[in-house]
């Protein structure tokens, strides 16, 4: 942690892709239970000035609960959860149509998705997520991503946005995370309470101190509070993201972090792709394996995706987004990573051109049998030693 403020481009300016949170108590007016929509409008430009210098951007935003109980007539004071899931209902579709005006607005075309609990927790779901998002993305939408709230049971709810985002964050291997709130950011202590009370600029290691600071400082009006913006932090950061939790109740709340205004910053120690390849070399016990031939062990080398074509051989059960060892073709485990095939489907396909997979599986999957960012190579002298490459190797 260091008390000063840093010199360079802020992470947001730098990053490829960033994830906004955006909580209640900012986009809900507080008396009145209306959205703060003037105030919405500047946060959009600030996002629409981001995608305009090639950043990808999703947006988090809360406010569904708090937009629906006005409407329903709902009491102040917290709600019984069926009277949370009816006031999401309403509040959510309200929310989504103002993010659809304001977008549309500077020719933008919004996507809604919400999410569950498991839709982040079940490799499954957390695939098809993943991959709605990389494709709405890849067409220019901007996601606008809350929990859903209206199936989300008490057990198996987030509750709170932050840690959503975070996920989201990881998801999508974003390099920067910024959840907006009425808090500045974390301090030592309650600076309500206690004079002595220090901003924290910057927060490389999520120590138990830190984690402490949290249950003493201020937090907001939403669900979250300050301890569920540590969870997220730790998150964020062990997936390779920069989180920044910034006051966001000024008009163009991003502008201001760019501009240098005050906030914490939680930095990770290694990229998003980094992160998840030290992840995937740390798997314990791979769901299964791929044996590949010479000419695939090259493109190896050469820091290539795996293709189908390359495949000789597959053992045991797995499933997509299992990690599987990949074997030399003297069997030596040379790397792991993420398989994006089921182990039927990689027997069906191995040793196949990837323009094929459609017409055998009935559907089109990825082209690689695993990506080169889901792929980390273990043994780099086994790698080496390959033969050269030949220009028929080479796909
Ligand atoms: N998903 C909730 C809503 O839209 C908000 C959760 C939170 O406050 O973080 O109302």
Same mark, same amino acid.
């Given at each position: 942690?260091?008390?000063?403020?840093?010199?360079?481009?802020?992470?947001?300016?730098?990053?490829?892709?960033?994830?906004?949170?955006?909580?209640?108590?900012?986009?809900?007016?507080?008396?009145?239970?209306?959205?703060?929509?003037?105030?919405?409008?500047?946060? =959009?430009?600030?996002?629409?000035?981001?995608?305009?210098?090639?950043?990808?951007? =999703? +947006?988090?935003?809360?406010?569904?609960?708090?937009?629906?109980?006005?409407?329903?007539? +709902?009491?102040?004071?917290?709600?019984?959860?069926?009277?949370?899931?009816?006031?999401?209902?309403?509040?959510?579709?309200?929310?989504?149509?103002?993010?659809?005006?304001?977008?549309?607005?500077?020719?933008?075309?919004?996507?809604?998705?919400?999410?569950?609990?498991?839709?982040?927790?079940?490799?499954?779901?957390?695939?098809?997520?993943?991959a709605?998002?990389?494709s709405?993305?890849?067409?220019?939408?901007?996601?606008?991503?809350?929990?859903?709230?209206?199936?989300?049971?008490?057990? =198996?709810?987030?509750?709170?946005?932050?840690?959503?985002?975070?996920?989201?964050?990881?998801?999508?291997?974003?390099?920067?995370?910024? +959840?907006?709130?009425?808090?500045?950011?974390?301090?030592?202590?309650?600076?309500?309470?206690?004079?002595?009370?220090?901003?924290?600029?910057?927060?490389?290691?999520?120590?138990?101190?830190?984690?402490?600071?949290?249950?003493?400082?201020?937090?907001?009006?939403?669900? %979250?509070?300050?301890?569920?913006?540590?969870?997220?932090?730790?998150?964020?950061?062990?997936?390779?993201?920069?989180?920044?939790?910034?006051?966001?109740?000024?008009?163009?709340?991003?502008?201001?972090?760019?501009?240098?205004?005050?906030?914490?910053? $939680?930095?990770?120690?290694?990229?998003?792709?980094?992160?998840?390849?030290?992840?995937?070399?740390?798997?314990?016990?791979?769901?299964?394996?791929?044996?590949?031939?010479?000419?695939?062990?090259?493109?190896?080398?050469?820091?290539?995706?795996?293709?189908p074509?390359?495949?000789? %051989?597959?053992?045991?059960? $797995?499933?997509?987004?299992?990690?599987?060892?990949?074997?030399?073709?003297?069997?030596?485990?040379?790397?792991?990573?993420? =398989?994006a095939y089921?182990?039927?489907d990689?027997?069906?396909i191995?040793?196949?051109r990837t323009s094929e997979i459609e017409s055998i599986l009935g559907f089109r999957g990825r082209d690689e049998?695993?990506?080169?960012?889901?792929?980390?190579?273990?043994?780099?002298?086994?790698?080496?030693?390959?033969?050269?490459?030949?220009?028929?190797?080479?796909?």
């Amino acid at each position: 942690m260091s008390p000063r403020r840093s010199t360079v481009s802020s992470p947001l300016d730098k990053a490829r892709r960033v994830v906004v949170k955006v909580g209640s108590a900012l986009l809900v007016d507080q008396e009145s239970g209306r959205l703060n929509r003037s105030w919405l409008e500047t946060l =959009i430009e600030d996002l629409v000035r981001l995608r305009k210098r090639g950043q990808q951007v =999703i +947006l988090v935003s809360s406010g569904a609960i708090a937009l629906g109980r006005r409407q329903l007539r +709902l009491p102040r004071g917290p709600l019984r959860l069926e009277e949370s899931q009816a006031a999401a209902a309403v509040g959510q579709i309200r929310l989504a149509h103002a993010y659809k005006e304001l977008l549309e607005h500077h020719d933008i075309t919004v996507a809604q998705i919400l999410l569950t609990l498991e839709d982040s927790e079940q490799r499954r779901r957390y695939l098809n997520a993943r991959a709605t998002l990389e494709s709405l993305l890849s067409l220019g939408a901007l996601p606008v991503i809350n929990e859903n709230d209206t199936v989300a049971t008490a057990e =198996i709810r987030y509750g709170d946005n932050d840690r959503l985002a975070a996920r989201v964050a990881q998801m999508t291997s974003a390099d920067c995370l910024v +959840l907006l709130s009425d808090v500045e950011g974390l301090f030592t202590a309650d600076p309500n309470r206690d004079a002595n009370a220090q901003f924290i600029e910057r927060v490389l290691q999520i120590t138990p101190e830190i984690e402490a600071m949290a249950g003493r400082s201020q937090s907001e009006v939403g669900s %979250g509070g300050m301890a569920t913006k540590i969870l997220a932090a730790k998150i964020a950061v062990a997936a390779g993201c920069h989180m920044c939790i910034a006051a966001g109740h000024h008009r163009h709340p991003l502008r201001r972090i760019e501009e240098g205004a005050r906030c914490t910053w $939680f930095v990770p120690s290694a990229t998003p792709v980094a992160a998840r390849k030290q992840w995937i070399a740390g798997t314990l016990r791979p769901a299964g394996a791929v044996q590949i031939d010479a000419g695939a062990l090259r493109a190896l080398r050469e820091g290539r995706s795996l293709l189908p074509a390359g495949v000789i %051989g597959a053992r045991g059960r $797995f499933e997509r987004g299992d990690t599987v060892s990949v074997l030399a073709p003297d069997g030596t485990e040379v790397a792991r990573g993420i =398989i994006a095939y089921s182990d039927t489907d990689a027997a069906r396909i191995m040793g196949r051109r990837t323009s094929e997979i459609e017409s055998i599986l009935g559907f089109r999957g990825r082209d690689e049998m695993i990506h080169r960012d889901d792929m980390v190579v273990l043994r780099p002298d086994v790698l080496a030693a390959a033969a050269p490459e030949t220009a028929e190797a080479v796909r």
